[in-house]
């Protein structure tokens, strides 16, 4: 599975890219199908002072169709995390279909 990472507007430290990379490949357990996945972080501004401001939308190419998930929260691993794992559910889904 080919994974491209892309964030914008400031450059992520290697070990986030360690950490995506590593979770993003444990959605081939779930599904061994899967194309290639983009994981596109970025920073959103907010007039609250308690406000979620990193945003995670990752998109999984399958065969038939992408699926797409967008989590914001206080860190990009966090995000990434739940990201990764809304996705999970919709690939399990998605296999319980085709059976």
Not at 58 to 86: H, Q
Request: charged share 30%; aromatic share 6%; proline share 2%.
């Amino acid at each position: 599975m080919n994974v491209t990472i892309e964030a914008i507007h400031f450059n992520p430290a290697a070990s986030l890219e360690e950490f995506i990379q590593e979770k993003v490949s444990k959605l081939s357990q779930v599904a061994d199908d899967i194309i290639k996945a983009e994981v596109f972080l970025s920073l959103e501004r907010s007039q609250s002072v308690n406000y979620d401001s990193k945003v995670a939308k990752v998109r999984i190419e399958v065969p038939g169709g992408a699926i797409f998930a967008e989590k914001r929260s206080k860190s990009f691993e966090e995000s990434t995390d739940t990201a990764l794992e809304a996705l999970r559910v919709q690939l399990l889904k998605r296999k319980e279909k085709q059976q």
